[in-house]
């Protein structure tokens, strides 16, 4: 057990967290100095807010990066919460490009993504630091290729990381735990929910439970529906880090976590009666089980935003904002 499931499941998730650490980091510093000016003047709206929000966070991979970031221009009374309602928003719909990148089952390529990455590196790296290049430090296009190999490494990894976790899908099938939660699961899908929201809330990491699930699915260890129901719950589980986040702010950086917790769990409530037709709808949009799963997550996340986005516009929302903030 310890040999065909322990060890390749720690080690492999190890390997896809270093993976989305790096492309995080890799890409903060690509976009991150001008990422608080973006928030500040582009959510005029919550229409603006969520179209903001849905770049943003495609673009670093992480809507947890995002939604911290908004809690502390919250805190730091740069933003009022009203205006960081349509960011939140968005942050559900960009986070689908991590699972529907997954979903295209390209981990074949997890070498030649590290492997090119590391020579576009090295090449930067003996161009910049070996003065080879004389105009590095003024260089506008040396720094930030560098942080695009690493971002891209950092993709690579994350694909090995998967590559490494699916391997123990087969044993993890023969398990009796496994066998006794699929059991469970058959009697109703809220295990699945649960399940979902625990796992995610323990790991930090919605995209490593739901890349897992691909890969049971893909090899036919786990129903569709109970890997819809998952994914449904690993968006709720992704509310905890947020929450920690607000701990010691302000009663507005409190609310912006409140309302992720709020649109997160009121989209899951709303959509676990539809799973069968969720499910019909993402396999007619898909060509495999692991893309049908990513699917799902984006009409998902998407129908939730587009729900909830009218209730940003109620006039009872400004009524939340701090008394005399005038930057929002």
């Not at 649109?263 to 009666?273: Q, Y």
């Not at 998902?300 to 009872?316: D, K, Q, R, T, W």
Request: proline share 4%; glycine share 10%.
């Amino acid at each position: 057990m310890i040999q065909s499931i322990i060890f390749p499941m720690v080690f492999g998730f190890a390997v896809f967290m270093v993976g989305m650490k790096l492309m995080e980091l890799a890409l903060h510093r690509l976009a991150g100095p001008y990422l608080s000016s973006i928030l500040e003047r582009s959510t005029a709206t919550p229409l603006h807010g969520m179209a903001v929000g849905t770049i943003t966070t495609a673009f670093l991979q992480s809507s947890t990066a995002v939604t911290i970031l908004s809690i502390g221009l919250v805190n730091a009374g740069l933003l009022t919460f009203s205006r960081t309602l349509g960011i939140i928003l968005g942050t559900n719909i960009g986070s689908c490009i991590t699972t529907e990148l997954i979903g295209l089952n390209i981990t074949k390529l997890a070498i030649p993504f590290i492997a090119f990455s590391f020579a576009i590196w090295l090449l930067t790296a003996l161009l910049g630091e070996m003065g080879l290049l004389p105009s590095y430090k003024s260089s506008n296009w040396l720094k930030p290729l560098r942080s695009a190999s690493v971002a891209m490494g950092g993709f690579g990894l994350l694909l090995a990381g998967l590559s490494i976790m699916q391997s123990s899908g087969p044993a993890i099938q023969e398990s009796e735990l496994f066998s006794w939660f699929l059991q469970k699961s058959a009697t109703s899908l809220w295990w699945g929910l649960a399940a979902g929201t625990i796992l995610t809330a323990l790991v930090h990491s919605s995209a490593a439970v739901i890349g897992m699930i691909m890969g049971f699915t893909m090899i036919g260890a786990m129903p569709i529906e109970l890997g819809i129901a998952i994914v449904l719950g690993a968006n709720v589980g992704t509310c905890a880090t947020a929450l920690l986040a607000s701990i010691g702010g302000s009663k507005a950086g409190f609310y912006v976590a409140l309302s992720h917790v709020i649109l997160n769990i009121s989209g899951a409530l709303l959509f676990m009666p539809f799973i069968d037709q969720l499910m019909l709808v993402s396999d007619w949009l898909s060509g495999t089980p692991s893309s049908q799963i990513a699917r799902a997550q984006t009409i998902f996340n998407v129908a939730s935003s587009l729900l909830a986005l009218p209730v940003c516009y109620f006039g009872f929302i400004k009524k939340l904002d701090p008394a005399g903030n005038t930057k929002g």
